[in-house]
Each structure stands twice: as structure tokens, then as C-alpha cells.
């Protein structure tokens, strides 16, 4: 199998929960990460699914190292970066970057946009200030952008155009990898498909690979090679996108995918109406066995004494689920 691009072998990410006001003392973790591997190849797109508090994007700042991991290794172009310093990481993150969620909150307003696009310029790079402002309009030009509103400040901009100068600051610096952490769910659906066709076209003539972080199943489908489902800090389903979306073999993906409104409403009403019952269990006091088992009708006996490990399945993908091999979940 060739060398991935990035890899993430077995991370655990924990966070200690304290109290007492003078004295502090840790009564519990927070289990955000709990033994994930994934690997992403070059020039493929990931995507990673869940409910909002799966890990998600926890997994996201484990892969650019902007946490510390509790255990587990993280790799990036078979370079080992669980421990490096931050003068070590220097080099590494010029070659994978981050497009946030939020813009408003990841773009400084005191800044014109310009010189927000130019800073991973001045700080990577020995480039003159000339060729600096000649590589942003660059850029802004690459995500739709007109040169000229560099000048602008961010509130000028509509919540699409300021993800667009997100983007354009992510791509600055040439990397390989973009960690791309929910990029359209903020957005209007008209704007959401220019931005997945930017996306899909910057993919292509950049040679780019993501791991794109989602919630809407319809942008993993169009845009992902291969899939990866997390629930409450693991990977239960993984696999190529078309395998694990039309075919899939846990019952938390098949919920997932119950979930997506259909626009044939002829469709909808033969289907009905599937909602997944219960409730997340509480990140302090985890379900033994399955995370899942207490929100399942197909958990038996077996299920709640377990963690059942990720298995391969015979389609290519994996499965953390004991009852995968005999059950033939509906689609």
C-alpha cells in the first residue's frame, strides 16, 4: 500500500475535568478521541461524519497538532509528529492547513483581508512585500475573489465571500493537505454548491488532499473518496463513500443517512418518518460495551459487555459493529 500523505495510528485525545475552587482535582475525562486510525492518501478526500460532539474536529486539530494527544501517533508524509516542537512543526505546517468553520471568528476584523491572506506569506516565506501582494491577488482570484477587495475589512463581506478569503489564506502557502472543518454548513444552499465546485476544482489543478469534516451526507457524497464514521470518540464505519453510503452496515450510519430530508416528497412519505431513539450518553459516564448499544434496536446481550473492535468486511470496509456479518440493513 503506498505511504499516506497523513496518518493517525490508534490517538486518544482526553480531556481532565476538574473542580474546587482552590484546590483542584480531577474528577472524570472527557474521552473526545478514543482510539482512532485513519490514514488519507495522496490526493484523496476524506470525510469524516457524525453527530455534533463525536470528536470530529477534535480529529481535526490531532492531525495539525494543535493539541496535545493523551496517546497515539500522528504522521504526515511518514514523518512521525506526535512530539515535535513547535520549531520542528514549522516546516509541516506550511504543508497542511485549516479551513474553519466559522470565518468570522478565524479572520481578525482589525485586519483588511489582504494582509490576513498575506500573513502565512510573511511567516513561511522570504517573499518582498511586492511579491507578496501580487501572490494574494492571486489567491483571491483562485476562490472567486476580486483583487481589488483586499482593501476591504471582513464585515464587508457576505458569510460565503468571507469563507472564500478563509480559503485563500489556507492555500497561501502551497500545502498538500487541507483539513477542512465543516467549510459550507454555515452558507446558504446556492452558495454551498459554488463552494463545493471550488473545492472540487482547486482539488483537481492543485493535487490537494482533505479531510473534510461534515455533517450534510449529500457534500460527503460529491465531494469524498472515502468515508469514516465517528460516534462518541470512535470510528464505527469506514470505508469508500459509495460503499458505506449506499450499503451501509452499522446502525448508526444507516440512522445518519435516515436523517437526510428527501425532495421527492412522494419518496418521503413511503419511507416515513425514522428518528433515532435516546439520547448521546454522557461524555462522564460512557455505556460499557458499544457507545451505541443503549440507541439501537438490533443490540443484544453481547453488546453491552464489548467494545467490538473495527473489522473488515468483504466491500472493502470496516465495521465496529458484532452483528455486521449477518445483518443486511435496508437502504
Request: net charge positive; aromatic share 4%; charged share 25%.
Amino acid at each position: 500500500m503506498a505511504e499516506p500523505i497523513a496518518e493517525l495510528r490508534d490517538v486518544h485525545v482526553h480531556f481532565p475535568v476538574q473542580r474546587g475552587l482552590f484546590w483542584r482535582r480531577e474528577v472524570g475525562r472527557v474521552r473526545a478521541v478514543d482510539g482512532v486510525s485513519l490514514r488519507i492518501a495522496r490526493g484523496e478526500v476524506l470525510g469524516l461524519v457524525g453527530e455534533s460532539g463525536s470528536g470530529k474536529s477534535t480529529i481535526g486539530r490531532a492531525l495539525l497538532r494543535l493539541g496535545p494527544l493523551t496517546s497515539g501517533q500522528v504522521c504526515f508524509d511518514g514523518q512521525d509528529i506526535s512530539h515535535a516542537s513547535r520549531r520542528a512543526l514549522m516546516p509541516v505546517r506550511r504543508r497542511m492547513q485549516v479551513a474553519f468553520q466559522d470565518p468570522d471568528a478565524s479572520l481578525n476584523p482589525r485586519l483588511r483581508v489582504g494582509e490576513s491572506v498575506a500573513e502565512p506569506l510573511r511567516v513561511h516565506t522570504k517573499l518582498t512585500s511586492a511579491a507578496i501582494d501580487v501572490k494574494v491577488c492571486s489567491l483571491l482570484e483562485q476562490v472567486g475573489l476580486a483583487p481589488e477587495l483586499r482593501h476591504r475589512h471582513p464585515h464587508e463581506f457576505s458569510g460565503g465571500q468571507r469563507q472564500r478569503i478563509g480559503l485563500a489564506r489556507a492555500l497561501a502557502t502551497d500545502p498538500e493537505l487541507l483539513v477542512l472543518d465543516e467549510p459550507i454548513s454555515a452558507l446558504d444552499v446556492s452558495i454551498q454548491a459554488q463552494m463545493m465546485n471550488l473545492l472540487s476544482d482547486l482539488r483537481r489543478e492543485r493535487g490537494l488532499s482533505y479531510l473534510f469534516i461534515a455533517h450534510d451526507l449529500g457534500a460527503v457524497a460529491h465531494l469524498c473518496d472515502t468515508v469514516a464514521v465517528m460516534y462518541f470518540g470512535r470510528v464505527v464505519e469506514s470505508g469508500p463513500a459509495s460503499t458505506v453510503l449506499d450499503r451501509p452496515r452499522h446502525p448508526y450510519t444507516r440512522a445518519l443517512l435516515d436523517s437526510v430530508p428527501l425532495a421527492d416528497p412522494t419518496e418521503a412519505r413511503r419511507r416515513g418518518l425514522r428518528v433515532l431513539g435516546g439520547e448521546v450518553p454522557s461524555p462522564l459516564a460512557p455505556p460499557t460495551g458499544c457507545a451505541f448499544h443503549p440507541r439501537c434496536r438490533f443490540a443484544g446481550p453481547g453488546c453491552r459487555r464489548a467494545v467490538p473492535p473495527l473489522r473488515r468486511m468483504d466491500n472493502r470496509s470496516k465495521v465496529a459493529c458484532d452483528l455486521a456479518e449477518w445483518l443486511r440493513l435496508e437502504t
